[in-house]
């Protein structure tokens, strides 16, 4: 049985939103099952991928996207060459239109508005990658606007009671994974953890094994990581005050945790030189 695992979402640095490149762009590529929180976007610009979605596959050709609902398992398979940009975005953006406790649901199915979302998602992706004056305000615009067009013609409002039912399940970690993401500095152990959510540590760590297919400890390590790994890159900061920021007891601890396996999935981080264009490659 295929382990599903949790991905960790960060937004890049300078948008309310996380842009990139499909790692899989080369082909003979495999993402395995996992989830997440945010509501997610494959569009595919050239190629095509072959997209599982609740154990449903769909053919993803040149022009079409699908949107990942919040918590729904998916895989992809990219057996060739593609360009496709990846959009993740954070489920709170969308609270004002939820149909239920946490929880708002977007078709699958083509609609009449595809070609109209796929350009705004191309331009979008073209002013980041050039990132003339004012490059920022004019992604956001777009994006609004593309958040204005998924909340109104692609929310689904009747949603199946066994969907509500899955959905309720994850979202019952969810709501802990984020409190981690905001608290990720502090000493929190799992039992500090537990208490604060009415848990018990033994019952919060089989919460974690069975939906997030992650220790407690090492998601939380994974946190910490992904956030270090930023401030040494975009920083002038030493190890040894990274790793003090961002919980590491010292940057010895910090220093290991690159080495660690772990089968959470970190998104990676787009680059500001990469442009829609088949010449060029994300890093």
């Not at 053919?59 to 496709?84: Q, R, W, Y």
């Not at 066994?162 to 502090?186: A, G, W």
């Not at 920083?235 to 396996?261: H, L, R, V």
Request: proline share 4%.
């Amino acid at each position: 049985m295929t382990e599903i695992q949790h991905e960790l979402i960060m937004p890049n640095k300078d948008l309310p939103f996380k842009m990139f490149l499909f790692e899989g762009r080369d082909g003979n590529y495999i993402r395995e099952k996992h989830w997440h929180r945010s509501i997610e976007i494959f569009a595919v610009f050239q190629g095509t991928l072959e997209f599982y979605l609740n154990d449903q596959e769909y053919l993803l050709e040149c022009g079409d996207f699908i949107i990942v609902n919040s918590n729904e398992v998916h895989s992809i398979h990219a057996p060739k060459e593609n360009m496709t940009v990846v959009l993740q975005m954070a489920l709170n953006m969308f609270e004002k239109y939820y149909t239920g406790d946490q929880f708002i649901c977007f078709a699958h199915a083509p609609q009449a508005q595809d070609e109209q979302l796929m350009e705004m998602i191309c331009e979008m992706y073209m002013a980041y990658s050039d990132k003339h004056c004012g490059y920022d305000l004019k992604i956001q615009s777009l994006f609004y606007d593309m958040l204005y067009l998924m909340v109104t013609r692609y929310r689904e409002i009747n949603v199946h009671p066994d969907i509500l039912h899955q959905h309720k399940q994850l979202t019952k970690l969810s709501v802990i994974t984020d409190y981690m993401k905001e608290h990720y500095k502090d000493e929190l152990s799992l039992a500090r953890l537990a208490e604060i959510f009415g848990y018990s540590p033994s019952y919060l760590s089989r919460m974690f094994q069975k939906y997030a297919g992650i220790n407690y400890k090492d998601y939380l390590q994974a946190i910490r990581t992904e956030h270090g790994y930023r401030q040494l890159i975009e920083t002038k900061m030493t190890i040894s005050d990274i790793s003090m920021e961002n919980g590491f007891p010292n940057n010895k601890a910090f220093s290991k945790a690159d080495s660690s396996s772990s089968p959470i999935i970190m998104t990676p981080c787009i680059s500001s030189k990469i442009a829609l264009h088949p010449d060029n490659e994300a890093t």
